[in-house]
């Protein structure tokens, strides 16, 4: 039988409470409609980011910093986040919250647009985080392969669209993810799979 609302409330309840800056931003972004992970996502990521212990993570997409929030509370000591997001207003409201949270000295926000970031960056990438615009993801994933070291991991938020995809829609947003998905599980420089948490979770390592 496939899992139901039920198993996810009863999944909500079992874990830990959220603290008190965790939950003052799930409900800031509920209220202002902004699209922050889903919180099984959250918590795949900070586990994720515990595993696999990176010194450099990249996540584009940065909104009020919510999933930033979840990896940092994760990473080891060298640990540091970059996270690109051309919105300021949206990151200012981020950086308060991670200061509240004891994480503000691991994150580097870059406002900027992330296709313009990428090729500026330094190769040896440990994890990255796709959450951005739907229709650059290919770009994103382009752009990052060559930073990204062997045995990196790159997540990717969305990739069943809320249904869309599997409901054959096309509209430039769920277009471009169906091409992503595709390049995501074909590419010869990725083994990866998508996971059904949240709207659609990518997980993929690298060659
Ligand atoms: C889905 S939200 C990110 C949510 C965040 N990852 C979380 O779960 O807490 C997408 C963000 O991408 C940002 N964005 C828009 N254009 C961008 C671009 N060209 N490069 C990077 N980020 C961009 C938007 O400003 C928005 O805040």
Avoid: C
């Avoid at 889903?38 to 586990?47: G, K, T, Y």
């Avoid at 929030?69 to 997001?85: F, K």
């Avoid at 938020?157 to 169906?178: C, K, Q, V």
Wanted: charged letters at 25%; a neutral charge.
């Amino acid at each position: 039988m496939p899992f139901g609302d039920r198993d996810l409330d009863y999944l909500e309840k079992v874990h830990p409470a959220l603290d008190a800056v965790a939950t003052e931003m799930l409900a800031a972004g509920r209220a202002e409609k902004i699209p922050i992970v889903q919180m099984p996502v959250a918590r795949f990521l900070r586990v994720v980011v515990a595993a696999v212990r990176p010194a450099r993570v990249v996540e584009i997409g940065t909104a009020i910093g919510f999933s930033t929030l979840w990896m940092a509370t994760a990473l080891p000591p060298n640990g540091r986040i970059d996270t690109i997001d051309p919105d300021r207003s949206r990151t200012d409201r981020a950086r308060r919250y991670w200061i509240r949270a004891q994480v503000g000295d691991r994150i580097r926000v870059v406002n900027e647009p992330a296709l313009r970031v990428l090729p500026r960056l330094a190769p040896g990438i440990d994890l990255a985080f796709i959450d951005a615009v739907k229709t650059e993801y290919s770009a994103y994933l382009e752009a990052l392969l060559p930073k990204m070291r062997p045995g990196g991991i790159i997540l990717a938020d969305n990739l069943l669209w809320s249904g869309r995809i599997a409901a054959g829609d096309h509209d430039a947003d769920t277009d471009a993810l169906r091409g992503f998905n595709e390049t995501f599980l074909h590419h010869a420089r990725l083994d990866g799979t998508i996971l059904p948490v949240g709207d659609g979770l990518g997980f993929a390592v690298i060659k």
